[in-house]
Structure formats: structure tokens, C-alpha cells
């Protein structure tokens, strides 16, 4: 019967081209509007590290005193004492402190011009514990991080430029004048939202392009690219800001069970507690350990925009859909009179419900594949509208295309159920009655 | 084969009750051609309209074909339409977006028939109105007296145990309302089971039975007063 | 043409169904029309925000030196001096920050040497006695700075110059009177700075603050290797200077980055890259609200065209018992303005609803009652509009359908 319904769908589709115009134009135009939107909210509510994102954790300890927070919310960043304090006593497995350098890469080739590039001070554990991936080489060590080791692990795209490609461990990169022993060359590697960066980066971010010790950047008194935040005058000079109360480096850890969380917790806490006894903090300890997820919504890591534009997108499915089902309505009712006959002729309540919304689904289909290629233009018209780091997350996956097509068509059969449910409640009687 | 007994039919609204039928006895036996007839508002459409399962009744009994169909669902009841009844309109009824063919298809497919018997069936009774070369045709393309051939060809192509016609010629002129006629005996003669709905004697006399309806209840034709019957002829149906 | 309500409203309740659509169509979308004309008006004014800079004929470079050398000040001095000479240069300063760069430095301005509490933020600009009037902008108030004022600051040191120049919205706030000039200010503990002049507006570096106007001119030279140019220059030399500047700036020195898409900018870029968000979202709630009436629109004109059919004979009875054309076109209009209002007014509750929604997850101002109001006006236009052409057919029914089965 479905082929039957399906066919007797498109010829009555077919006999008011402009209604059936106006219900896939409809269809297509709310459902690209969301989609496209949601694409982009997508992007950036994405879970960037799915398989790890639940044994990462970002460390936050209070160093600014309730005065100087807003809503009991910790500084986003750490100390360089409190950091190494942390690092210091090992409670998690795996931890890594992290901060953003700014380097220029002076390549070999004297009459080529220094590149600026991105680059991440960080402790040895990070590539490990964030799965980045190597191509050549492998991750500096443990032991280089103690000896404050001048090595470097560079991205596949500086690779190309500096040595076309090549195998480039063993060789030097110089950074500002200062040679790195290359020991690894890993893939252009930049989840996005960039989690571990989110408070320098708004989360949206072409990711770095070299990593070096974290020892060794404190050792060359490179200072952070991204925020710092002091709420007492560091002293002068390098070693009176390493001192100071200034926050301005990220710590992560690896963590699989909830009992190495509580212990890490504890030690956090005692921790502060401690410095409270010290006299460095007069404040009780105030301390956050938020996995990846929790993480980014704490940061608000999606844009205003983007959920902004999502709500009013779907506001508009919705006004959409009321339309159609005006439109079905008018279109089912006024074959009232076709329905009386089939009634009469034996066709059942449940045959008069499959023949409608068989046809409000193949509008469905119809108004899919018009959604499906206005949501194809309008991902590559998202930079029109959101900021461009934003906007290249935005595509037609395939998981976008089917949700297209099922959204028009569950959208379409919801909008005829109404429609559908009257057309099922004409009495078969009725066009019986002198007319 | 059509048997009721004391059956009831009540319309209520917020303010009156109104009796479309009360305590109505008919029996129709296999193979009759019988032909209901009364005045306008008498219930022989209602009557019509219950004995077809387009409508339930409210108090009595009726049994089609040995089936007591007071306590069947909606479904049930959509099954027996399509299987044992056939419906010739007085407005012939065909759906403007089919073409002739597809009209007489509609109770096969709901039937569940293969498409070459579908097919087979169709043509046959389009052959038997004479209106097989007009298979392709749409409704408004055919003249009135063709549309009806149409509508029992497709009452027919059930072959249904049960005809029910309402008013046949009603929306005919006098030439096309006797090749109407002439169909509907000639079915019968082949062993059709009809019961006609009319106001018009003449057609009325041309079946086996009459059977007078006034004021929703079955009367004895020979104790009521021949003139009244005429009387009421004379007011056309709206 | 006679307004027949009360019938109106009898034959509407008979179509309960496709009234409510109709009316419900309309009020969803005036909700969510109202609120993204609001959006789009807050955000074409943020778009047009003015910087009190002169913004033509402004170059911004942003520089970073390679390698450490144990001072940064003479290649800065250097490169000034470089960018001043280039032909076509009206003027040019070195500094941390200006409008719409989206990245400064803050700080709190205390009035007296050792008070911690209720500073007043201020974002600090770096310059030197030529940044006025490569900026454009004019002094309300007292004198600009001596190249002799202009001091080095180093790198995680906090600067308090001897001389500041501020903001009219500073000296409002801290001086009320209006006697700010020659007053001290505290930008470092226990280091005083006088004001020594008042410019009449300025705003920070970035686009979302609590004080736009809050900025502070600070005669220092920065010893970073991160520093940023500003350029003016004479009327229609823009491009030349434009092309220019890498050249010469290579030329006095190859040991540098300019980046390649951010190193060199006019002016309107900046601008443009500051409110891409704003202007996006702009765009994204016109198309929104443009097809949103369209779609309605249509709505109306399909629903109203099925009512008509539907009523042809109930019509063409009207016309035979002597109505005239004008009654029935007249029918239809007020039947449709009748449900119309129904609409706007759920509409206007849905509206408020959203917006104030809005304002409680996304800290959006309340829509204001011009852009309801506005809405409201624009769909009952939008309703009459798209039930003419139905109620124009309407009323050419002929009487004789009157007489048809």
C-alpha cells in the first residue's frame, strides 16, 4: 500500500504546486536556518577530547581572595608557586603545567624572512596525557623536564616549511636566536574548543605550532602570550614575578578514578589550608577540580551568538511548522470529500492516516533536500556571520546531512499529524447527505 | 441476507431528540431487487446510510449477511464495506483526481488485491458499463450518465454480495436514467442482491419490492392511501 | 463598507483550527521578529560606536622583534623614526594599545598613595608627544606631553608616569567639580602622576567593558619585543604609505615579524575585525526576520485562499441577497485584522517573554516597547497585505454561485 499512498502523495502534490511550493519552502528554509545554526553550535559545544575528556582535569586554587573573585569562582589561571608546588608533590598521575609563548622561528636559510609562530610552554606528561599525535619521534621526556632541556616537539605544518617535509629529529629549530633539539614532529593538532587554553583563547584558536619545556621557558624568562593577572605588584625583575601573586599558568592532570580525584581534592585542599596557615592567604581554601566538560561550560567556551542564534532558529522551525500545518490543513480538508468516498468504499481510519502523512512525509523529503542544500550554502555562509575561527568549524559532515533530512522529515509527519487526524475523523456518511 | 429488527436511530443535540428512524423491521432476502421509497425526511436515507455501515444506530438489531454489526469496531466495519457492499451515489461520487481507472481501483487496493487481478477486475467491469475505452479518462471529462456507469462499475468490480444504490438517477436526464436502470436489472438478473433508495414511483416499480418508509418506520403500502406516496414525490429532493 | 464584528467573530469560532493557526503564526513571529529587530539595532549601534579617533587615514602595524636583546628601546626609537620619514607620513607613535584591538593593559586609579579599595579601572595607552595627533584626538584641557615627559618602563613592571593624560569620563567621575587638571593620580602604589591634560573622548581597547571610556595616556616607551605602530597620513596617501611601511621597516632591520594577515592595518579593518560578531549577528537576524515575514506572509495568503474556496456558496448567498463587492472584500480584511489582533496580542506577551529570557541567560538588554510596538504595526500590515488578493477573488464571486449544488 505504501507505494499506492506514496503515489497518490505526489499526484495530489502535483495538483497545487504552489501550496506544495509553499510548504517545502517552508520546511527547507526552517530547517536549514537551524541546522546551519546548530552546526555551529555544534562546533563549539563539541566535546574536543571525547575519549579522555572525563580523566582530564583543570586545577583551580584560589590565590586572590574572595575580595578579588567574582561568585566564589577561582582565578582561571595559577601561580608560578603554587604550579610548582603542585607539580612538586605528584598526587595525580599525570599532570602537566601549561602556558602560551610567543616565539619567532628563525629559519636556516639566511635570506628567508623569521616566522611568528604559537607555541606552548609545557611539562612532558601533556602529550600523553592529551593524546597528541606523533608522526615522527616521540614526546621529550620526564628526565629532559628536570634538566631543563632545550628541545623542541614541532607540528607537521612547521616541519614542512622548515625542512619540506623531512625527517627533522635530531635537527635544530631556532627559536629567537636559541637552538631547540627537535625530538618529535607531531600532526597539525588543535581540538577545538582549545580546552587547556580556553581563558587565553576564548576556546577558538589555530592551535601552536612548537612545544618546549616548561623548565626551560622559566629558565629563558619567556613570558606568557595570553593573560596575566596580579593582584599584588610583583617585585622587579624575573625572579620577584615568578614570586609574586600573579596567575598566569594552567594545570592539568590525568585522573581515572573517582578515589585519585578525592585524593588529589584533599591534597589541594590541605594545600590551601596550609598557606591560610601560613599567613600567605587569609581566605579558607577554595579549590576547583573540573573535568574537560565541566571545564568549558564554567568558561561559557560557546558563544552567545551561536546559542543566541540557535534559540531564534528554532523559533523559527517552529513558526515554520505552524504554517505547514495551516497549509496541511487547508490541503487535507479540502479533499473532505475524496475521504468520505474512500471511507465508504472500506478504506479504514489507520489507511486514511497512512495515505496523509505518507504525503506529508514525501513534503518532508522535499523540503529536506531544499534544507539540506540551503544548510549546505549556509555553512559556507556562517563566515558571514560568526568570526572566522568560529565560522571553519562549521560543515555538512554526513552526520549534519542525514539529521537534515530527518528533521525535515519528522518535522513535516508532526506538522500532519493535526491535519492528518482531522482528515481521519471525516465520516463516511457525510457525502452521502444531499450535498 | 439484510435483516433489522426494531432498529433505532437517534440524533441528539443540547436541545431536542429526534427520531431518524424508530422500530424499523426490514428483511432482505438474497437475490431481491428491493426499492425503498418515501417522502423527503421519511429516513430512507438514514435507513441507506446504517444498512451501508456509514453510520451506527442507536437501539434494535441488524445483521448483514448473518453478521450482527452493532458490536463491530471502525475497522471491522471498513473491512465489510469493502468486501461485501457496493455504493452507487445519486452523486456519483468519483474522486476529480483519478482518472476512470484509478476510481475503480480504490476499493481493490483497500482490498489488498495483486495489481493483475486489480487490472483484470477493472477492465471487466468497465467492459460491462461499456465504458472501457474511457479508462484513462477523468471524471469531468464524461458526461453525467457516464460518471454513474462509472461509480457502479466501480461498485461492481468488488463484486460485492450487496448493492446499494441512493437515488441512482437522480442527477440524470431522462434518457441516461433509463441506461442506468437498465444496468442495475440486468445485474440483478445475474444474481446481485440491491436495495434502491427513491422518491420515484416509476423507477420504485421496476423493482421485485417496495418497501414505504414514513416517519422513519416501515409502513404496509396496502393500508396506506396511494395518493399520500404521491404527494410527497412531488417535493424534489434538495 | 459596514464592520460586521459580532458575525465575524460567530463564523471564526466555527473554524476554531485554522483561526488559531493563523493567530498563533502571528504571534510567534512577532516575538521573534520584535526581538531580532531589536538585536539587530543594538548591534548596527555597537557596529557604528565611535572611538573619538580620527579614523581615516590610520595605519596600525603590529611588530614583533626576534631574538632578546637586553633592550628593545633603540630598535623602537629606530622604527618610529623609520615610519616618520616614509614619504606621505603625517605622524606616527609606538605604543601597547588602542580602540577596538581587543587586547590592552587595565588598571585602577586610586587618588590617594595607599588607599587598595574602589579604584576606578582605566585602560592605559603608551605614547609619546606625537600620539594626539596621530590619533585625532583633541585636547579639552591643558597640554600634551614633552618628548623630554617620556619614560622607559620594563617588562612586569607596573607604569606611573609623572604625567598622565585622561579621559573627560575619568575627570568626570574623580573630580566632579570639574578641576581635574593638575590633580594626582595613583596608578602604582605611592607613586604620584599629575594630570596634565583632558581629552573629550578616548575608548579602551575592548568592545565589551564597563567603562568604554575610561582611558588613560601614559608618556612611557614599553621595553618589550611585542610592540604596536600607529600611522597617520596625509589625506589620499593612505595606499602608498599602505605598501610601503614592510619595505621600509625590513629594510631598517630583517629580524622582526609582521604577521602576515594582522601585521599591517588600515584603520576600517580593525574596525571590521572588532565587530565581525556584531555585524554577523546583524546580518543573521535580518535574513532571519525577512524570511520569517515572507513565510508568514505566505501562510496567510494560503490559508485565507483555502477559506475563500471553502465559503464560495456562503459567498455567493451574500452577494444574491445583495451584498456588494466592497462587503465582502471589507469581510474578509476585518476578518483577518480580527484574528491578526488576537495574534499580536499573545504575540506582544510571547515577545516580552523571550526577551526577558533573553536578559536573564544571556544578560541581553529588554527589547524596547518602540520595537514591539513597531512589530505589532508591521504584522497587521503584513496580515492585510496577504489576505488582499484572497478577499480581492472573494469578492469577485459571482451571485450565481449562490444557486450551485
Redesign the interface.
Known amino acids: 500500500m505504501f507505494a499506492y499512498y506514496l503515489q497518490l502523495g505526489l499526484r495530489s502534490l502535483r495538483k497545487n504546486p504552489v501550496l506544495t511550493a509553499l510548504m517545502v519552502m517552508a520546511i527547507g528554509f526552517g530547517v536549514a536556518a537551524s541546522m546551519t545554526t546548530y552546526s555551529v553550535y555544534r562546533a563549539t559545544s563539541r566535546d574536543p577530547i571525547p575519549q579522555k575528556s572525563s580523566v582530564l582535569y583543570n586545577t583551580q586554587v584560589d590565590a586572590f581572595g574572595p575580595e578579588n573573585i567574582e561568585n566564589g569562582e577561582p582565578a582561571d589561571a595559577l601561580t608560578y608557586i603554587d604550579v610548582t608546588a603542585i607539580l612538586r608533590a605528584h598526587k595525580a598521575p599525570r599532570q602537566a603545567a601549561v602556558y602560551p609563548v610567543s616565539v619567532s622561528v628563525i629559519p636556516d636559510d639566511a635570506g628567508r624572512l623569521p616566522m611568528r609562530e604559537g607555541a606552548y610552554a609545557n611539562s612532558s606528561d601533556m602529550f600523553a596525557m592529551f593524546d597528541m599525535p606523533f608522526i615522527q619521534g616521540h614526546a621529550w621526556t620526564r628526565d629532559d623536564d628536570e634538566k631543563h632541556a632545550s628541545v623542541a616537539v614541532i607540528t607537521k605544518d612547521l616541519n614542512d616549511k622548515l625542512f619540506n617535509g623531512g625527517n627533522s629529529v635530531g635537527k635544530q629549530v631556532n627559536l629567537d636566536g636559541r637552538l631547540f633539539r627537535i625530538v618529535g614532529v607531531m600532526a597539525n593538532w588543535s581540538p577545538q574548543p582549545l580546552f587547556f587554553d580556553v581563558p587565553n583563547t576564548g576556546g577558538f584558536d589555530e592551535g601552536a605550532a612548537v612545544y618546549i619545556p616548561f623548565t626551560r621557558a622559566i629558565d629563558l624568562q619567556l613570558p606568557t602570550n595570553g593573560n596575566n593577572n596580579c593582584v599584588k605588584e610583583p617585585e622587579a625583575g624575573w625572579d620577584g614575578y615568578l614570586h609574586s601573586e600573579c596567575v598566569w599558568i594552567a594545570l592539568w592532570t590525568e585522573m581515572h578514578s573517582a578515589a585519585e580525584v578525592a585524593t588529589y581534592r584533599n591534597y589541594l585542599n590541605g594545600y590551601a589550608a596550609e598557606q591560610q596557615r601560613a599567613g600567605r592567604w587569609n581566605w579558607a581554601p577554595n579549590v576547583k577540580v573540573r573535568d574537560v566538560m565541566e571545564w568549558l561550560d564554567a568558561k561559557k567556551v560557546v558563544p552567545k551568538e551561536s546559542t543566541i542564534s540557535l534559540v531564534v532558529s528554532l523559533g523559527f522551525l517552529v513558526i515554520c511548522l505552524v504554517n505547514t500545518v495551516g497549509l496541511l490543513l487547508a490541503k487535507f480538508m479540502r479533499r473532505a470529500p475524496e475521504i468520505g468516498v474512500r471511507r465508504a468504499l472500506g478504506a479504514s481510519r489507520s489507511d486514511i492516516y497512512a495515505q496523509f502523512l505518507i504525503e506529508a512525509g514525501a513534503v518532508g523529503i522535499a523540503g529536506g533536500v531544499l534544507g539540506l542544500v540551503l544548510t549546505g550554502l549556509g555553512t559556507l555562509g556562517t563566515t558571514l556571520v560568526f568570526p572566522e575561527d568560529i565560522a571553519r568549524l562549521a560543515t555538512l559532515d554526513p552526520v549534519l546531512i542525514l539529521l537534515t533530512l530527518l528533521t525535515a522529515i519528522v518535522a513535516s509527519v508532526v506538522a500532519a499529524f493535526y491535519p492528518t487526524w482531522r482528515a481521519a475523523q471525516v465520516q463516511p456518511a457525510w457525502q452521502l447527505k444531499s450535498n | 441476507m439484510l435483516k433489522m429488527t426494531h432498529l433505532a436511530k437517534v440524533y441528539r443535540t443540547e436541545v431536542v431528540e429526534t427520531y431518524a428512524l424508530r422500530d424499523f423491521n426490514i428483511d432482505v432476502k438474497e437475490g431481491e431487487f428491493v426499492a425503498v421509497t418515501g417522502p423527503s425526511g421519511s429516513g430512507k436515507t438514514t435507513f441507506l446510510t446504517i444498512a451501508g455501515l456509514l453510520e451506527t444506530f442507536t437501539g434494535g438489531e441488524y445483521h448483514l449477511d448473518g453478521i450482527e454489526v452493532s458490536q463491530l469496531n471502525d475497522n471491522a466495519r471498513s473491512k465489510i464495506r469493502n468486501e461485501k457492499i457496493g455504493f452507487i451515489f445519486q452523486a456519483f461520487n468519483l474522486i476529480p483526481d483519478l482518472n476512470v481507472f484509478d476510481n475503480v481501483e480504490v476499493p481493490l487496493r483497500y482490498r489488498g488485491m495483486k495489481a493483475p487481478e486489480r487490472k483484470q477486475r477493472i477492465m471487466d467491469a468497465l467492459e460491462r458499463v461499456g465504458l472501457a475505452a474511457r479508462a484513462r479518462h477523468y471524471p469531468a471529462e464524461l458526461s453525467g450518465g457516464q460518471q454513474q456507469r462509472v461509480a457502479i462499475a466501480r461498485a461492481l468490480a468488488g463484486s460485492p454480495r450487496l448493492l446499494l444504490a441512493d437515488e441512482p438517477t437522480g442527477n440524470l436526464d431522462t434518457q441516461m436514467a433509463r441506461g442506468v436502470m437498465e444496468l442495475l436489472e440486468e445485474i440483478h438478473r445475474e444474481g446481485a442482491t440491491i436495495v434502491m433508495v427513491t422518491h420515484d414511483p416509476e423507477l420504485a416499480a421496476r423493482a421485485q419490492r417496495n418497501v414505504h418508509v414514513i416517519d422513519g418506520q416501515v409502513v404496509d403500502l396496502s393500508e396506506e392511501p396511494r395518493f399520500h406516496a404521491h404527494n410527497h414525490a412531488q417535493t424534489a429532493r434538495s | 463598507m459596514n464592520l460586521q464584528i459580532k458575525p465575524i467573530l460567530t463564523a471564526l469560532r466555527r473554524h476554531k483550527?485554522?483561526t488559531i493557526?493563523?493567530a498563533?503564526?502571528i504571534a510567534?513571529?512577532l516575538?521573534?521578529v520584535c526581538?531580532?529587530l531589536f538585536?539587530v539595532h543594538q548591534r548596527v549601534e555597537r557596529v557604528h560606536r565611535p572611538t573619538g579617533l580620527d579614523e581615516t587615514n590610520l595605519i596600525t602595524v603590529q611588530n614583533?622583534?626576534?631574538?632578546?636583546p637586553d633592550t628593545f628601546i633603540p630598535l623602537m626609537k629606530t622604527d618610529v623614526a623609520t615610519l616618520r620619514n616614509i614619504p606621505g607620513v603625517e605622524s606616527a607613535y609606538v605604543t601597547n594599545a588602542f580602540p577596538l584591538r581587543r587586547g590592552g593593559w587595565s588598571t585602577g586609579i586610586q587618588t590617594e598613595p595607599d588607599k587598595t579599595k574602589d579604584s576606578l579601572p582605566s585602560a592605559l595607552y603608551f605614547v609619546d608627544e606625537q600620539a594626539l595627533a596621530t590619533l585625532g584626538v583633541k585636547l579639552l584641557a591643558g597640554r600634551n606631553f614633552n618628548p623630554s615627559e617620556v619614560v622607559t618602563v620594563?617588562?612586569?613592571?607596573?607604569p606611573a608616569p609623572a604625567q598622565v593624560i585622561i579621559t573627560k569620563a575619568i575627570a568626570d567621575k574623580l573630580f566632579p567639580k570639574g578641576d581635574a587638571l593638575g590633580k594626582t593620580l595613583y596608578y602604582?602604589?605611592g607613586k604620584p602622576s599629575t594630570v596634565i591634560g583632558i581629552v573629550a573622548k578616548l575608548t579602551v581597547p575592548w568592545i565589551d567593558f564597563d567603562h568604554m571610556d575610561n582611558v588613560t595616556l601614559m608618556p612611557v616607551r614599553f621595553d618589550s619585543g611585542?610592540q604596536q605602530f600607529l600611522v597617520r597620513t596625509k589625506p589620499g596617501q593612505q595606499d602608498n604609505v599602505f605598501k610601503a611601511i614592510p619595505k621600509a621597516l625590513?629594510a631598517s632591520n630583517?629580524?622582526?615579524?609582521l604577521?602576515e594577515k594582522t601585521g599591517i592595518r588600515t584603520f576600517e579593518t580593525i574596525r571590521a575585525a572588532a565587530y565581525?560578531?556584531d555585524r554577523?549577528?546583524a546580518?543573521?537576524?535580518t535574513v532571519?526576520c525577512a524570511?520569517?515575514l515572507t513565510?508568514?506572509a505566505?501562510?496567510i495568503v494560503?490559508?485565507s485562499?483555502?477559506?475563500v474556496?471553502?465559503r464560495r456558496k456562503q459567498i455567493g448567498v451574500r452577494r444574491a441577497l445583495g451584498a456588494r463587492r466592497s462587503d465582502i472584500l471589507g469581510y474578509f480584511l476585518t476578518e483577518n485584522f480580527l484574528i491578526a489582533l488576537g495574534g499580536v496580542i499573545v504575540g506582544t506577551m510571547l515577545a516580552l517573554g523571550?526577551s526577558q529570557w533573553?536578559l536573564k541567560?544571556?544578560e541581553?538588554p529588554r527589547v524596547s516597547f518602540t520595537y514591539v510596538a513597531v512589530g505589532v504595526l508591521l504584522l497587521l500590515v503584513l496580515g492585510q497585505l496577504a489576505v488582499f488578493a484572497p478577499a480581492l477573488r472573494a469578492s469577485k464571486v459571482s451571485p450565481v454561485e449562490a444557486t450551485r449544488?
Open positions: 483550527s485554522g493557526l493563523i498563533l503564526q510567534l513571529t516575538a521573534i526581538n531580532a538585536i614583533r622583534y626576534v631574538g632578546k620594563g617588562p612586569q613592571t607596573t602604582a602604589k611585542y625590513y630583517r629580524m622582526r615579524v604577521p565581525e560578531a554577523g549577528m546580518i543573521l537576524m532571519v524570511v520569517l513565510i508568514t505566505a501562510g494560503g490559508l485562499s483555502f477559506w474556496g471553502q523571550l533573553m541567560y544571556f541581553m449544488a
